[in-house]
Nanobody, 123 residues
């Protein structure tokens, strides 16, 4: 089993920045890709970004150029640097991990999930 714990959420003004962290523990040797999703109230869970252990990255169009995903394999941690935040980025952000090298947007392709961290962007 793999446990994922997110941190770094909070309240920020529009145009500001936040960095989310996701620490993995447990059977981490089985993990080959990790990603971030988000879910706003009343909306479906939305894929944000993902990366492999080899640092191949993939981003949703809505965050491309503003968000950066990075992975520190030595710390078993994946980060999401979020810049130029907008009110529409407000959501609960979830970390996800998969035993495959999948970096796409289908939630069912990810095997493990964190509990989420709230990001609120005020306008």
């Amino acid at each position: 089993q793999v446990q994922l714990v997110e941190s770094g959420g909070g309240l920020v003004q529009a145009g500001g920045s936040l960095r989310l962290s996701c620490a993995a523990s447990g059977s981490i040797f089985s993990i080959n890709a990790m990603g971030w999703f988000r879910q706003a109230p009343g909306k479906q869970r939305e894929w944000v970004a993902a990366c492999t252990t080899g640092s191949s990255t993939n981003y949703a169009d809505s965050v491309k150029g503003r968000f950066t995903i990075a992975r520190d394999n030595a710390k078993n941690t994946v980060y999401l640097q979020m810049n130029s935040l907008k009110s529409e980025d407000t959501a609960v952000y979830y970390c996800a991990a998969t035993r495959t090298y999948y970096t796409g947007s289908v939630p069912g392709r990810y095997n493990y999930w964190g509990q989420g961290t709230q990001v609120t962007v005020s306008s």
